[in-house]
Every structure is written in C-alpha cells, then in structure tokens.
C-alpha cells in the first residue's frame, strides 16, 4: 500500500507544486492517499503499521528531499502513539479515522516547521501567521479523514465479499 501512496503522490503533486502555498501538496494528495493507509491499517491491526508506512514512503522520498522523509516519520510514529495510547488497535473504524487525520493533519505542521527550520523563505513568514497553518492543517486533516472513511467503506465490502480476512 506504501507503494500505491508513493504512486498516488507522484501524480498528484506535480499538479499543485507551482503554487506557494504551505501544505497544498498534501491538501491534493492526502484523500486518495488515505484510502490506502485505512486498507493498510485494516490488514495489519497493529500499532506501528503507520510507522512501517511511513518508513516505506520514505525510503523513496528521500530522494527528493530528506526533509519530507522526516516529516512523513514523524507523521506516522505520531499516529501510532496517539492510537497506542487510545486505541490499542486499528481494529476499529474509528482508530483507522483518527490514525488517518492525525498522520497526515501532522505532516503538515511537521513540515512547515521543518521548512523552517531547515530552509526559511516563505516557510518562515508561514510560521509567523499561525492561523494559515492551522487552517490547512485542519483541512488536510478533514479530508484524510474523509478518505479514510472511503478506505473503511471498502474494508466493509471486501470483507462481506471474503476478499479482505478479519484478524481475530
């Protein structure tokens, strides 16, 4: 599934990177994105599935730029924890739904601060305004979440079909 995301970003990024706005490549990728990572987190059940995606993802994108790959890390450890501590599991919908907003609401924030960081420019006058970088946040948030409940939809009919197994 990392794979597919790889893909998935690769057709979707060329789209929007002319326009300098914070956040806006994961605000086109994060929807399709997230139907995949709920399909990932319904196979394995387990916490550090995000972890394992995100490593994944990153191997490849480090070859554009080791500060996406740290931001797509951090993104990941960071829904992990959250659903260790609530959730225990992606067993539920509802982990995979949180999961989902959390891993890629974070990338966001991590990479605008990384941006920062790392490289300045108009990373650092986006972290003099919070309130742009919030506002995208929420909205990458929301939308991966959006995906995630398209994913979950999918995990429901391929297991009625007896495609997909339900670990016990």
Same mark, same amino acid.
């Not at 002319?18 to 709920?38: D, E, N, Q, T, Y």
């Not at 554009?64 to 450890?77: K, V």
């Not at 305004?129 to 409940?149: E, H, Q, S």
């Given at each position: 599934?990392?794979?597919v995301?790889?893909?998935?970003?690769?057709?979707?990024?060329?789209?929007?990177?002319?326009?300098?706005?914070p956040?806006?490549?994961?605000?086109?990728?994060?929807?399709?994105m997230?139907?995949?990572?709920?399909?990932?987190?319904?196979?394995?059940?387990?916490?550090?599935?995000?972890?394992?995606?995100?490593?994944?993802?990153?191997?490849?994108?480090?070859?554009?730029?080791? @500060? $996406?790959?740290?931001?797509?890390? +951090? =993104? #990941?450890?960071a /829904?992990?924890?959250? *659903?260790?501590?609530?959730?225990?599991?992606y067993?539920?919908?509802?982990?995979?739904?949180?999961?989902?907003?959390?891993?890629?609401g974070?990338?966001?924030?991590i990479g @605008? $601060?990384?941006?920062?960081?790392? +490289? =300045? #420019?108009?990373? /650092?006058?986006?972290v *003099?305004r919070?309130?742009?970088?919030?506002?995208?946040?929420?909205?990458?948030?929301?939308?991966a979440?959006?995906?995630?409940?398209?994913?979950?939809?999918?995990?429901?009919? $391929?297991?009625?079909?007896?495609?997909?197994?339900?670990?016990?």
């Amino acid at each position: 599934m990392a794979s597919v995301m790889v893909i998935i970003g690769y057709l979707t990024v060329p789209l929007v990177i002319h326009i300098p706005i914070p956040g806006i490549r994961s605000l086109v990728s994060a929807p399709f994105m997230a139907v995949f990572f709920a399909l990932a987190l319904a196979r394995v059940e387990k916490v550090g599935t995000a972890t394992l995606i995100a490593v994944l993802m990153a191997i490849v994108y480090s070859m554009i730029s080791i @500060i $996406l790959a740290m931001m797509i890390i +951090i =993104g #990941g450890a960071a /829904a992990d924890m959250v *659903i260790g501590i609530v959730f225990r599991s992606y067993r539920t919908a509802a982990s995979r739904f949180v999961a989902g907003a959390i891993y890629f609401g974070s990338q966001v924030f991590i990479g @605008i $601060l990384l941006g920062t960081l790392f +490289i =300045g #420019g108009h990373y /650092a006058s986006a972290v *003099i305004r919070p309130w742009p970088i919030a506002g995208i946040t929420l909205v990458v948030a929301v939308l991966a979440a959006l995906g995630v409940c398209a994913g979950n939809r999918l995990v429901v009919e $391929l297991r009625q079909a007896g495609k997909f197994p339900q670990l016990k």
